[in-house]
């Protein structure tokens, strides 16, 4: 359940002191949104991103070193059913754009979040695309089947800082979702990672006009075999 990181006041000096005690510091309306941080989309992975795997590391130690400065921390999940034509048909060839490999099927290894964010004590995991393809975080719920949005007005959630895996699908959906519906945004940029170099600037350029604040230079870069690795550099041949 949702319990609240309020940030620790300093106590109040001694008795007979004359310097007043600080007032006492607001509690953050930040959240950490972790977006789809999946074993099918790190190394190894039946649809695997390049850096998804030092995405996760990162992520952990950030929640390690600063992780009481967020008023939630919460994570998203692709979590598939029977999503139609997301899934390419069984024996043809996924187009990379429309209908993709079986990954992150509810239930299975593949849909768990990573094994170094595995254990996080999440405030809250919403799931997407049960039935259908989803990107956007915003279109997932929780177990009680409430929708993100209402969940962080709710918890009075009035700013997102997102990381995530792709930096140019998921999290590029979650940010703009987020800035059309009035929630400020910081884009944690180096923990994300993209399927390719040229939809990753595009991605990041549409966030900033969208008014996102871009902390970070560079995406996390690794090295995979995975499918669309091989699909990416087929097509820039």
Known sequence: GFSSRSVEV???????????APPAAEASSTALLVVD???DFCEDGSLAVSGANLVAEGVAKLLGAK???????????????NPGTHFASLGAVPD??????????????????HPAIAGIAWDAVFDKGRDEAAYSAFEGRDGEGTCLATWLLDHKIDRLEVCGVATDYCVRATVLDARQQGFGVRVLVELTCGVAPATTEQSLSAMADAGAELAGDEVALGTTSGSLAQQFAFDER
């Open 10 to 20: 300093p106590p109040a000096e001694t008795a007979g002191a004359t310097t007043a």
């Open 37 to 39: 941080v999946q074993n």
């Open 67 to 81: 992780g009481s400065r967020y008023a939630a921390v919460i994570a998203t999940r692709d979590w598939h059913v």
């Open 96 to 113: 990379f754009e429309s209908s993709w490999p079986v990954h992150c099927v509810a239930g299975s290894q593949g849909a768990d979040l």
